[in-house]
């Protein structure tokens, strides 16, 4: 099993406004994918159009996130009449999945939804399909190259960063912590997306006067989250709070803390997986609060290929094409507001 392919999430897939989106509830199960059509009085984008014929690529589903990734994608292509897709396996690793999509380019089909196994590696793919005259909706892992999309959506893993620092900050602050002992479990170091969600965390705590006192990279999984869970927790024997980047890999990560007997801090996870959702509800662990990189951004980037094969914009924009570029936000889900998040839980 590859590590990058482990990955973990952003939530607001509604964020973009379109008539014609849709949400999904996120699952490994592809059968607890529903979807709700956001506009049904007439607007144009949801009436049945030109057909599209939608390709789609994504690394394989061996991880929670990734999962949903690809049910969601496949429930939204199929809420619509005018949609065909045709998915294709992309293995466990970069070089599988740019055979794969070699494969897609050559069926040509109206546009393309691609989640690269890594933006860098797969970019080339990405501009061959665009040079071919086939529009890439370039989804989570960033291109580096605007040429190789016609469409990037991700989730904000700065703001994710940010909004984890800011709750942890408050917390703090509210109860008169002045001098913190701050711990943080990213996934795979050396990705991007993982050192953008520490820059995030870091900005945010320095607001409050506050640091980082140690940090164990896990790998997006719950083994991983275990083994970097316990070694953190045997370098700092006193701890105020605790942010794990992944819901995933938290599933190790509080297991480490029930065996080690901890429970003098509170813990921020990341992503809304349902687990963590459950878990922030019935207020039994440390798990207090989790930020959203939700899935659902999968059921978006379908709605939006359809938009861009039928030539349409965005229902709520003046503008008359979909939108270059899009960053879905991070939101904070605690037990107050968990009922809300509940059923976009992944």
């Known amino acids: 099993m590859s590590a990058l392919s482990r990955r973990h999430v952003l939530f607001g897939g509604a964020a973009v406004g379109a008539g014609a989106l849709l949400t999904a509830c996120t699952s490994n199960d592809p059968g607890n994918n529903t ?3 956001t506009n049904e009085s007439g607007d144009a984008n949801a009436a049945t159009g030109q057909k599209v014929v939608i390709g789609f690529s994504a ?12 049910n969601n994608a496949k429930a939204q292509a199929a809420a619509y009449s005018d949609v065909e897709l045709k998915s294709v396996e992309a293995g466990a690793d970069a070089a ?3 055979a794969a999509l070699a494969t897609l380019i050559s069926q040509k089909p109206t546009v393309i939804v691609m989640l690269p196994y890594d933006g860098k590696e797969l970019n080339a793919a990405g501009l061959e399909a665009m040079r071919a005259g086939i529009p890439v909706v370039n989804l989570d892992r960033a291109f580096p190259s605007q040429a190789a999309f016609r469409l990037q959506i991700k989730g904000d893993n700065f703001g994710m960063g940010l909004a984890a620092g800011t709750y942890i900050g408050e917390q703090l602050k509210a109860k008169g912590v002045s001098n913190p002992i701050i ?6 170091d050396s990705l991007e997306l993982t050192q953008e969600r520490t820059q995030g965390f870091n900005t945010a705590l320095a607001t409050y006067g506050f640091k980082v006192a140690n940090r164990r990279p896990a790998e997006f999984t719950a083994d991983s989250g275990q083994a970097s869970a316990t070694s953190l927790l045997q370098a700092l024997p006193k701890m105020d709070a605790l942010w794990n980047h992944d819901d995933d890999q938290g599933i190790g990560v509080l ?13 921020v996870g990341g992503a809304g997986s349902k687990v963590a959702i459950d878990a922030i509800v019935a ?7 989790t930020v959203t990189y939700s899935p ?3 059921s978006s980037a379908i709605s939006l290929a359809r938009l861009i094969g039928q030539g349409k914009g965005l229902g709520d924009l003046v503008e008359l094409q979909v939108p270059k570029e899009i960053t879905l936000a ?17």
């Open 35 to 37: 979807q709700v059509k």
């Open 59 to 70: 690394p394989a589903a061996d991880h929670g996130w990734i999962a949903a990734i690809t």
């Open 96 to 98: 599988a999945q740019r």
């Open 183 to 188: 711990g943080e479990i990213p996934g795979i």
């Open 255 to 267: 297991a480490a803390i029930k065996q080690a007997g901890r429970s003098e801090f509170f813990m």
């Open 283 to 289: 207020d039994n662990s440390v798990l207090k609060a």
């Open 296 to 298: 659902s951004m999968a």
């Open 330 to 346: 991070s939101e904070t889900i605690t037990k107050d507001n968990a009922a809300k998040y509940a059923k976009l839980g992944f």
